[in-house]
């Protein structure tokens, strides 16, 4: 097994990390209090790295989640556990069962929802629902989201299987099966091509965090999924590191997925999520670059999002770890302002070091003008 040394840096991105794996990397050692940006721990999870001489901050990436606390918010239901079960029913009876007329009915809604607003085009986009521990409704193949009715639904077992429906499935049910076989608490799932958030996917980059507090609760970081051919199982795993603690993956060079604890909700994160991205292509236009929410009050928006049982990467992490900006600081986690954490080797040292290495920078670049003058 191959180990990479890699303790001389005080703050790990994703690309350091990816360049480790590059390499021929399976063991990373690290420095004590080395700070771990998102990307990074993504890469770790999605590469099986691991990492020697671990007392890095950011590492505690597993999302806690609070469903009393989250029972007391009604912003929106929690994402709480389905407490699903397998049904002695005949698969033709659960999906003509009235419980899933329910759904069908809501799915239908979200359909032209999604074709209203032009997230999905021609055929494109679907939507499922897990109804038991095994069986899930999906939209089916070649059909308009403008145009479906409660007949045209199929129901699927977590492997594709069709197993009841007038349609044929879409093909494209594997990454929503896999959405469930990864996360137990999600229950919908929502696939679409909206224009704004696909300039994202297509483009290889992800929105920054920390600019408009609906994005940070209800969607937070957003990540990126290698591309892979539409339709197949190998694209369906594309989305396993990332689908735990994000509940809205752009999917490069294709579109986006949601998931959520209903199909209204899922189909909600993609609103959110291209209007976000909109309003930033918007803002890019006026030629100067946006404002953030200070990282204390990042850290409030956190908070709500954990009450709401709403899945982040970032639980745990310390304030001046909550901002990521990767189209403006290539995907190096800053801190804008000062921390407030004074512990030494803490975050306000490493915010200091980063301030030190920019003025040093700016001296040299000023520097350098001036000779040439
Ligand atoms: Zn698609």
Same mark, same amino acid.
């Given at each position: 097994?191959?180990?990479?040394?890699?303790?001389?840096?005080?703050?790990?991105?994703?690309?350091?990390?990816?360049?480790?794996?590059?390499?021929?990397?399976?063991?990373?050692?690290?420095?004590?209090?080395?700070?771990?940006?998102?990307?990074?721990?993504?890469?770790?999870?999605?590469?099986?790295?691991?990492?020697?001489?671990?007392?890095?901050?950011?590492?505690?990436?597993?999302?806690?989640?609070?469903?009393?606390? $989250? =029972? *007391?918010?009604?912003? /929106?239901? #929690?994402?709480?556990?389905?407490?699903?079960?397998? !049904?002695? @029913?005949?698969?033709?009876?659960?999906?003509?069962?009235?419980?899933?007329?329910?759904?069908?009915?809501?799915?239908?809604?979200?359909?032209?929802?999604?074709?209203?607003?032009?997230?999905?085009?021609?055929?494109?986009?679907?939507?499922?629902?897990?109804?038991?521990?095994?069986?899930?409704?999906?939209?089916?193949?070649?059909?308009?989201?403008?145009?479906?009715?409660?007949?045209?639904?199929?129901?699927?077992?977590?492997?594709?299987?069709?197993?009841?429906?007038?349609?044929?499935?879409?093909?494209?049910?594997?990454?929503?099966?896999?959405?469930?076989?990864?996360?137990?608490? $999600? =229950? *919908?799932?929502?696939? /679409?091509? #909206?224009?704004?958030?696909?300039?994202?996917?297509? !483009?290889? @980059?992800?929105?920054?965090?920390?600019?408009?507090?609906?994005?940070?609760?209800?969607?937070?970081?957003?990540?990126?999924?290698?591309?892979?051919?539409?339709?197949?199982?190998?694209?369906?795993?594309?989305?396993?590191?990332?689908?735990?603690?994000?509940?809205?993956?752009?999917?490069?060079?294709?579109?986006?997925?949601?998931?959520?604890?209903?199909?209204?909700?899922?189909?909600?994160?993609?609103?959110?999520?291209?209007?976000?991205?909109?309003?930033?292509?918007?803002?890019?236009?006026?030629?100067?670059?946006?404002?953030?929410?200070?990282?204390?009050?990042?850290?409030?928006?956190?908070?709500?999002?954990?009450?709401?049982?709403?899945?982040?990467?970032?639980?745990?992490?310390?304030?001046?770890?909550?901002?990521?900006?990767?189209?403006?600081?290539?995907?190096?986690?800053?801190?804008?302002?000062?921390?407030?954490?004074?512990?030494?080797?803490?975050?306000?040292?490493?915010?200091?070091?980063?301030?030190?290495?920019?003025?040093?920078?700016?001296?040299?670049?000023?520097?350098?003008?001036?000779?040439?003058?």
């Amino acid at each position: 097994m191959k180990r990479v040394d890699l303790q001389s840096y005080k703050l790990l991105t994703g690309k350091n990390l990816e360049a480790a794996v590059s390499a021929g990397a399976r063991e990373v050692v690290v420095s004590d209090g080395v700070v771990l940006t998102p990307t990074a721990r993504d890469v770790i999870r999605r590469a099986g790295l691991t990492i020697v001489g671990n007392h890095a901050t950011g590492t505690t990436a597993q999302p806690a989640r609070d469903s009393a606390s $989250a =029972r *007391a918010v009604q912003l /929106a239901p #929690p994402a709480s556990s389905p407490n699903l079960s397998k !049904s002695s @029913r005949s698969d033709e009876a659960i999906l003509n069962s009235p419980e899933a007329l329910v759904i069908k009915e809501e799915m239908v809604r979200v359909g032209k929802k999604l074709w209203d607003r032009q997230y999905v085009d021609g055929n494109g986009g679907n939507i499922t629902y897990r109804i038991t521990e095994d069986r899930v409704i999906c939209t089916p193949t070649l059909l308009s989201k403008a145009d479906l009715t409660v007949e045209d639904f199929c129901l699927v077992d977590l492997e594709g299987n069709q197993l009841a429906g007038r349609g044929k499935r879409t093909s494209e049910v594997y990454l929503h099966l896999q959405v469930y076989k990864t996360v137990p608490e $999600a =229950r *919908a799932a929502v696939h /679409a091509h #909206p224009p704004h958030a696909t300039a994202y996917a297509i !483009s290889g @980059r992800v929105p920054p965090t920390c600019v408009i507090p609906e994005q940070d609760v209800f969607v937070g970081s957003v990540a990126i999924s290698p591309y892979e051919t539409p339709g197949t199982r190998e694209f369906a795993k594309t989305i396993i590191p990332y689908v735990k603690d994000h509940n809205t993956i752009l999917l490069a060079n294709h579109g986006i997925i949601c998931w959520a604890d209903t199909v209204t909700h899922a189909e909600w994160y993609v609103e959110v999520v291209d209007t976000y991205c909109r309003t930033l292509l918007l803002a890019a236009q006026l030629g100067a670059g946006v404002t953030r929410i200070p990282p204390a009050k990042q850290a409030v928006l956190l908070e709500i999002k954990k009450r709401l049982g709403l899945p982040d990467a970032k639980f745990g992490l310390e304030e001046c770890q909550l901002c990521d900006q990767p189209e403006s600081a290539g995907g190096i986690t800053v801190c804008p302002t000062a921390c407030p954490h004074n512990a030494p080797g803490g975050c306000s040292q490493k915010s200091q070091d980063l301030e030190t290495l920019v003025k040093t920078i700016t001296d040299e670049v000023m520097a350098a003008l001036q000779e040439t003058v």
